[in-house]
């Protein structure tokens, strides 16, 4: 009797292991912590082919990621992340390079403190809505990047993307501060409708 008892709990117990865990009973939650670094040895000579002298350039080049987040039930995520960016044993004049520093003066800084890359929240399927909105510090990137690109600085704003309900067109709309400071920030806002068709873009 306590042999046919046990063999039934045992039972019930296997089987009520895969509602357990069933992804369709209950939405787990996600939380991810991770860092990145890059470190490389750049050495250029005749960085402008030779149109004049001293253009030769040794030296290394570093990149730090540092990053918290997660997607929390059921359509929320949130991501903050710290970028720092130095190049040790360049000099002043390596570093005004248009050549060695294509950015300019872009970036926060590049003496290795960090800064804020990215600090949003997303909350998808808004008001099961095909509707997913954006808002905080967010990548910014549109089709390959020639049009529009943040470069890994991230832009402040809010924007919103959706599925359409025609011809299977895709519609994005953004307002983005671009800086550091609400004062002297230049205004970015725009709309974008995109047609996905066979890894081509209209």
């Known amino acids: ?15 009520f292991l895969p509602s357990l865990f069933s992804p369709s009973l ?9 860092t990145d670094y890059r470190l490389r040895a750049i050495s250029l000579e005749k960085a402008d082919y030779g149109l004049t002298s001293g253009q030769n350039y040794s030296y290394l080049s570093q990149r730090a990621l540092a990053h918290i987040g997660g997607r929390f039930s059921p359509n929320i995520e949130m991501m903050l992340q710290l970028q720092a960016l130095g190049a040790p044993g360049a000099s002043s004049s390596t570093l005004s390079s248009p050549t060695v520093m294509p950015t300019g003066a ?13 600090a949003y929240m997303k909350a998808s399927q808004l008001y ?6 954006t808002v905080g510090r967010q990548p910014m990137v549109l089709g390959d990047g020639l049009i529009l690109s943040d470069d890994d600085l991230g832009f402040t704003g809010i924007r919103a993307q ?17 800086g550091d400071s609400f004062q002297s920030a230049s205004n970015l806002a725009g709309v974008e409708f995109t047609k996905p068709y066979q890894q081509v873009r209209y």
């Open 162 to 178: 959706s599925r359409l309900p025609w011809w299977g067109l895709q519609g994005d709309a953004f307002f983005f501060k671009v």
């Open 128 to 133: 099961d809505l095909p509707i997913d909105l």
């Open 26 to 34: 209950h939405a787990a939650s996600v939380l991810d912590i991770g």
């Open 106 to 118: 872009r970036y926060p800084n590049t003496n290795f403190s960090p800064w804020v890359q990215w």
């Open 1 to 15: 009797m306590k042999s046919s008892v046990r063999n039934s709990l045992l039972i019930s117990g296997l089987l």
